[in-house]
Nanobody, 120 residues
Framework: QVHVTESGGGLVQAGGSLKLSCAVS????????MGWFRQAPGKEREFVAA?????FYTESVKGRFTISIDTSKNAAYLHMGSLEPEDTAVYYC????????????????WGQGTQVTVSS
């Protein structure tokens, strides 16, 4: 019943910006911790950002990415700036009922992912 759908991925030049959106249906984002993860080919899925009572970021994106929630739209967002080729990955939005925001295993609901490619 709970569905998560990402959008906004695409091709962007290094130094550019991109906004990813995450629409949630079937459950209010007020009742979830929302997170963004990414996975590059041959690499493990890694934590990027999350929001509960505050924001959490992996060190490599701190100061460049911003996570937010719009409760009126029941959606989460990831604003990405100063993009680097190393940011290239499939980005996943997820919702967690409980547990560590850093661990993929804590998330109950996952989107299908959206590709972000940063060219040099």
């Amino acid at each position: 019943q709970v569905h998560v759908t990402e959008s906004g991925g695409g091709l962007v030049q290094a130094g550019g910006s991109l906004k990813l959106s995450c629409a949630v249906s079937g459950r209010s984002v007020r009742n979830l911790s929302m997170g963004w993860f990414r996975q590059a080919p041959g690499k493990e899925r890694e934590f990027v950002a999350a929001i509960t009572w505050r924001e959490f970021y992996t060190e490599s994106v701190k100061g460049r990415f911003t996570i937010s929630i719009d409760t009126s739209k029941n959606a989460a967002y990831l604003h990405m700036g100063s993009l680097e080729p190393e940011d290239t990955a499939v980005y996943y939005c997820a919702g967690s009922r409980s547990g560590s925001v850093y661990a993929p295993s804590s998330y109950n609901y996952w989107g299908q992912g959206t590709q972000v490619t940063v060219s040099s």
